[in-house]
């Protein structure tokens, strides 16, 4: 699987982010019929006030990665089930590593907080299905959608990209939105430091970030 990588990053100051673009009562009863409502620690009904935590925080940074898909690994992909495990194996990759460079990014902002997207996976199962708390939450991050934002617009509206889907085959791009809750805005050479500046575009193959063929950990879906 050949695929490369685009960044692009954005901040708005929270109250003007909520007021435009989160939509609790409707995402929710989105979330309401997922299968994964009420049994991943990071997904609804969150265990705690999202208005207390969201005030907490003065601004919302946004980074937004377009995974674009070559035209072999869109090609072999022939079928709904290779589709599907393509396209998960894809997103999972870049999803786990995305967390992993914003918690490291935590440290470079003093009082911050990563967001990621979609449910947590980091588990094969979920902790919460069996009443227990979360195994690593070192790790766990909530997603943005957890909130009630509007992910399509947030992505149309910011970044000027159109959310696709799989349908016949696989879409020319995946996009995912995690961002990072902070005091301020996050300066662009801290983006790109950590490597995820509008100059951090990365190329990847067979699956295999470019870090994982010097010896580095490769990264697998959970």
């Known amino acids: 699987m050949g695929f490369r990588l685009e960044y692009r990053t954005s901040a708005m100051e929270m109250e003007q982010f909520r007021r435009t673009y989160q939509d609790r009562e409707r995402f929710l009863a989105c979330c309401r019929e997922c299968p994964r409502y009420e049994t991943r620690w990071s997904c609804p009904p ?101 909130f009630g934002f509007d992910l399509t617009a947030i992505t149309q509206d910011l970044f000027q990209i159109e959310i696709l889907w799989c349908r016949e085959h696989l879409p020319e791009y995946f996009t995912l939105i995690h961002g990072l809750l902070a005091a301020a805005p996050v300066p662009e050479e801290i983006w790109e430091a950590a490597g995820l500046g509008r100059g951090g575009k990365r190329g990847v193959t067979d699956g295999a970030f470019p870090e994982n063929k010097r010896g580095g950990r490769r990264l697998t879906p959970a």
């Open 46 to 146: 969150l265990s705690f006030d999202v208005d207390d935590f969201l005030t907490t925080y003065a601004w919302v940074n946004l980074l937004c990665a377009r995974i674009f898909l070559d035209d072999e690994t869109i090609r072999a992909a022939d079928t709904a089930e290779k589709m599907q495990t393509t396209g998960w194996e894809i997103v999972s990759r870049v999803k786990l590593d995305l967390e992993d460079r914003l918690r490291a990014l935590e440290a470079r902002v003093p009082g911050s907080l990563s967001l990621s997207s979609g449910g947590c996976h980091r588990c094969g199962r979920c902790a919460r299905e069996e009443g227990r708390p979360c195994r690593q939450p070192e790790k766990m991050r909530y997603s943005l959608d957890a």
